[in-house]
């Protein structure tokens, strides 16, 4: 998750043949990210393509352990496009500072972190050393939308985004 990228967070998104999805629309009375003192940080954001989720249900029940992790690498680039969009563009990004992952979990179930990964990953080959972060992986019984992750960001970008 550590080694070494060559050149900025926007070129390697393309060549992991990524791009950052348009910021998804609040589902309540928040905005997509604030930021404050250098850092921002993201609203809970969902795995959401188009606007659809990509699963739904508990994950142990009706979302596989593969189908969760793939939901929270999604859901990991939904928080870098409200992350990006605040700090002024994803090369504007320093360092990802912490990430929080909820998993809609099934009462047996108890693989949260390697939900987690699927987001821990992706982070670390987009920003190599910089996406090392801290991290909480926590069960819960239903997230919105029943869906079966839901994810933040604590981010530090350059001084030039704000």
């Not at 990210?33 to 739904?56: E, K």
């Not at 909820?102 to 009462?107: G, H, K, M, Q, R």
């Amino acid at each position: 998750m550590s080694e070494e990228v060559a050149g900025p967070p926007s070129q390697r998104l393309a060549e992991l043949g990524l791009t950052l999805p348009p910021v998804a629309t609040p589902l309540a009375a928040y905005v997509p990210a604030v930021s404050s003192a250098g850092q921002v940080y993201t609203s809970g954001q969902l795995p959401t393509v188009g606007g659809r989720l990509l699963a739904t249900g508990k994950v142990g029940g009706e979302v596989s352990l593969e189908q969760a992790v793939e939901a929270a690498r999604v859901a990991a680039l939904n928080a870098l496009a409200a992350a990006a969009a605040q700090a002024g563009g994803i090369d504007q990004i320093r360092r990802v500072v912490r990430m929080v992952v909820f998993v809609a979990s099934d009462p047996g179930f108890t693989a949260q972190p390697q939900v987690a990964n699927g987001a821990s990953e992706l982070l670390g080959a987009v920003f190599g050393p910089n996406g090392v972060h801290a991290r909480s992986a926590v069960g819960v019984t239903v997230l919105p939308l029943d869906a079966p992750v839901e994810l933040e960001l604590v981010v530090e970008a350059s001084a030039a985004a704000f």
